[in-house]
């Protein structure tokens, strides 16, 4: 009975050989024979190569797709000798997988090593409120990597590598039970370029970056909030070797308003009211973040009521509908009266013995 190689190695039919080569990469490491002393670890081992050397090979796994079965023999992939066997020679504890794999079954890897893209950096940016509401824009020195614009980052006049012929990559030939086998990693002598520097360029000396003290300005659009992280491509550190360049990140904090407390989109304001004036109604003015507005005040209304004003909170970030401001009223309670508001006061509290509601503790034992 045909076995599942997809099954043994954990990886779907549709799985890259880079999938396949990582999930090789972890069960190998992990059922080596000498590092996994368990009774079925060389079993598992010898199946877990097995279902490599079918999967990694383009043609022998399309027969096996195909058919389901292979004549390859098991284990036997490589030239009549046990895969499984001629790894138990090797020293997995520093042992580079990525060579081993790339040198059977030819991997993208070609030893040319990549330019390596600049690092990002961060900026903790504060404002206040009214500037989040609005939007605003702000200056940000910056100190950091650049091209060196002499040498536009190649870091001087270059020609070609003689150690590897501008390749970027030398041959190695290593001796293995079963014959020669031939690899390629990148070039020591220009690290994988292909080139070398003729003449080192006197502005960076060599390095292609030079450090830089500049100033941009950033658009910090409304509706910001804390932590909000804003982007600025191409502001971040240089790469070296004709790497990209990193990104600068803007992180918004909004200091805390004397008036207004946020909540999402949503304000709040606390606003006191006199007794009359929530006994009674009124239209009052209250501080918005436009300036002053018209407030009804409903007769009857309560202390700690909180009234809504459609819109008049923060601008939605996304361009979504503004929030809400919501008015909680306070009622204040004179501590001095004078003489004629005694006497007014003296007159409602008559009032309302003579017609007296039901209290609080009849409500509650009848």
Known sequence: MSKDYYKILGVEKSSSKEEIKKAYKRLAKKYHPDINKETDAEAKFKEINEAVSVLADDNKRQQYDQFGTTDFGAGQGFGGAGFSDFMRGFDFGSFDFDNIFDMFFGGGRRGRSRASRGADL????????????????????????????????????????????????????????????????????????????????????????????????????????????????????????????????????????????????????????????????????????????????????ASHTILRMKGKGMPNLEGYANGDQMVRVEIEVPSKLNKKQKELIGQLSKLEKEKPSKSFLNRIFG
């Open 122 to 301: 961060q900026y903790d940016l504060e404002i206040d409120l009214k500037e989040a509401a609005f939007g605003t824009e702000k200056k940000i020195p910056l100190n950091k990597l650049d091209v060196c614009k002499e040498c536009d980052g190649q870091g001087g006049d270059l020609e070609s590598c003689d150690g590897c012929g501008g390749n970027g990559f030398v041959r190695k030939t290593a001796r293995t039970p079963f014959g020669m086998f031939q690899t390629q990693t990148a070039c020591p002598k220009c690290r994988g370029s292909g080139s070398s520097i003729k003449k080192k360029c006197p502005e960076c000396d060599g390095e292609g970056r030079i450090r830089i003290k500049k100033t941009i300005t950033v658009t910090i659009p409304p509706g910001v909030d804390n932590g909000n992280r804003l982007r600025v491509r191409g502001e971040g550190i240089a790469g070296s070797n004709g790497g990209g360049t990193g990104d600068l990140y803007v992180v918004v904090y909004v200091k805390p308003d004397k008036v207004f407390k946020r909540d999402g989109d949503d304000l709040y304001v606390n606003v006191p009211i006199s007794f009359t004036q929530a006994a009674l109604g009124d239209e009052i003015e209250v501080p918005t973040l436009e300036g002053k507005a018209k407030l009804k005040i409903p007769a009857g209304t």
